[in-house]
């Protein structure tokens, strides 16, 4: 297990356990993060489950593929930078301790 942190709208920090190999919004709706929508279950077309990294501690994340950052781009309320979408990475052990912020405004 690889744990992760999702700080929700309200400032709630929920740390939440995910499976190695499995997207993180599946831990995320699993755990019931509040702002995790997911609509389109997990295939990068909805942005609802649109998350900002906080903190990557255990090292930098891979860049999102060109379906992710189209889908933030076009679909995302409020995008920066750091705009990720959590169906879309996958848990590593070299992502423990990762914190994302669920974005607001859906």
């Known amino acids: 297990m690889v744990q992760v942190v999702f700080i929700e709208q309200d400032g709630t920090r929920r740390e939440v356990d995910a499976v190695e190999g499995e997207p ?3 831990a995320a709706r699993g755990a019931g993060v509040e702002g995790i929508i997911a609509e389109c279950g997990g295939s990068a077309m909805c942005a609802t489950c649109h998350c900002y990294v906080v903190d990557a501690p255990g ?3 891979p860049p999102p593929e060109p379906q992710e950052a189209d889908t933030i781009e076009f679909m995302a309320h409020e995008p920066q930078d ?3 979408l959590p169906c879309q ?3 590593t052990a070299a992502m423990e301790g990762l914190v994302l912020q669920v974005a607001t405004g859906r």
């Open 24 to 26: 993180l919004m599946y």
């Open 59 to 61: 090292g930098v994340l």
């Open 82 to 84: 750091n705009s990720r």
């Open 89 to 91: 990475i996958k848990a």
